[in-house]
Structure formats: structure tokens, C-alpha cells
């Protein structure tokens, strides 16, 4: 791992306040990076900052609901005005619920679409004349185990959003390839973070005991791989959805 593989590089992170996104943001800030940390939760946004900027990284902290198409648009101009230009942007705010499908409410249902699915098209479809007049971006989606293999546990909502995400992750690809801009997307499963505490420790072992690995997953392993996939390194690998999973999950 190189120290100043983000020097000169501005990021977006989205639900940066806490778990994976923050983990991100620490180590992207580690190698040099000018961070944008956004999330709805404002009292933990203030903390992730000051723990950012104790690194000595440049750190602009944004309140934002990335289902407000405004608030995601003025956040984007905000870091444009800022830092004068915007190389990665890493779509991981996302709901997760648990619900049978009897139990899940038209509330439910719209608030995961909107968050998972409308919050990523709006973030992409922001930054994309930026990042062709640039000719240059990375993007990462954080999509899901659920979306390749569908899940038994959370709002059958979850799993058809991270399909999409894969999805669009693909025509993204395709559509800003030529200009420099590559997008990609991991496939978590198992990791440990707040979303993840309606996971009791009997559930814990028990899932633990079915992947190869004999662990479950931790937000270091998703920020591993999303460094590499925001670096000039993974330039030729574009349109794809990479499980991270211990081997749980192998396609």
C-alpha cells in the first residue's frame, strides 16, 4: 500500500459518519486524499470530522439526505466550490430493514428505493459533467450480497434495490468509460457494523460457521477494497460487482 496513492484527489463519501464510510474516509484521508464526508445524522457527522481532521487531512463535513435530489445536488456543488474538483465519489448511505414481506410497509418500501437507488442515481447523475470535463473519475457503489442472491432477512425491498444498484453500476460503466470515468460496486455480506445489530450473537456464529473464512466481515475489508477500486490502480476494471464476502458467496 502506497501512502500517497489519493494525493491531489478529492472524495465524496455518502453515510461517512459512521461504519464503512468512515472507515473510508480515515484511510483515504491516510494517503493523501481531500475528504467529503456527508450523512443525515449531524451529531455524528461533527465527530467523524474531527476524527478526520486529526490525520491532517482537508475535511468538509455536509448534512445530507441523499434521497433529496436537491440536498445530494447542492452538496456536490458545495465540494466543487471547495476543493475545485471532484475524483471520486462513493455512493454507501443505505437502508437496511428487517421485514417479512407481509410486514413491509409502502413507507418501507419507499424509503429503501429511495435511499438506495434514487440516492445513487442522483449522486452519478451530479457529478458526471464534472468528471467527463475532467476526464477523469472513479465511482464505487456499495451494493449487496442481497442483490445477486436476494436474502431471508431483511424487506425483500433491500435485495431488489442492490440489484439495481449492480445494475446501473454496468450502464454507468458503459455510458463514461470513454471519458475516463470508471464505475464499480462491492458486494458485501456479513459485516459488522450498526446496520447489522438486529444480528444477535447466536446469529453471528451461526453465520460466521458458513463462510469459508471462518469470520465475519469488518469495515476495514470493505475499505481495502474500495481504496483499491478508487485508485489509478483498478483503472482497467469497470462495470463490475466484486463479492466480499469470505466466500460465502461465489459467482
Aim: glycine content about 8%; proline content about 2%; hydrophobic content about 45%.
Amino acid at each position: 500500500m502506497r501512502e500517497d496513492r489519493f494525493t491531489g484527489k478529492v472524495a465524496f463519501i455518502t453515510g461517512a459518519a459512521q461504519g464503512m464510510g468512515y472507515q473510508l474516509a480515515l484511510d483515504m484521508a491516510r494517503e493523501g486524499a481531500k475528504l467529503v464526508i456527508s450523512d443525515v445524522d449531524q451529531a455524528q457527522l461533527v465527530q467523524a470530522k474531527a476524527g478526520i481532521e486529526k490525520l491532517g487531512a482537508s475535511v468538509l463535513a455536509l448534512p445530507c439526505d441523499v434521497s433529496s435530489r436537491r440536498q445530494v445536488e447542492e452538496a456536490i456543488d458545495a465540494t466543487v466550490k471547495e476543493f475545485g474538483r471532484l475524483d471520486i465519489l462513493v455512493n454507501n448511505a443505505g437502508l437496511l430493514k428487517a421485514a417479512v414481506i407481509e410486514d413491509t410497509s409502502d413507507e418501507l418500501i419507499n424509503k429503501t428505493l429511495d435511499i438506495n437507488i434514487k440516492g445513487v442515481l442522483y449522486a452519478i447523475r451530479a457529478v458526471t459533467p464534472l468528471m467527463k470535463q475532467q476526464q477523469y473519475g472513479r465511482i464505487i457503489n456499495v451494493a449487496s450480497i442481497a442483490g445477486k442472491n436476494g436474502d431471508n432477512s431483511t424487506t425483500f425491498a433491500y435485495g431488489a434495490s442492490k440489484g439495481a444498484v449492480i445494475s446501473l453500476t454496468r450502464s454507468v460503466a458503459r455510458q463514461l468509460g470513454p471519458f475516463g470515468v470508471t464505475c464499480n460496486a462491492i458486494a458485501p455480506h456479513a459485516v459488522m457494523t450498526k446496520m447489522m445489530e438486529y444480528w444477535d450473537d447466536k446469529k453471528k456464529e451461526t453465520i460466521a460457521n458458513l463462510i469459508p473464512v471462518r469470520r465475519l466481515g469488518t469495515v476495514e475489508d470493505m475499505s481495502h477494497l474500495m481504496m483499491f477500486l478508487a485508485s489509478d490502480e483498478s483503472g482497467f476494471i469497470n462495470g463490475e460487482t466484486i463479492n466480499i464476502n469470505g466466500g460465502y458467496y461465489m459467482d
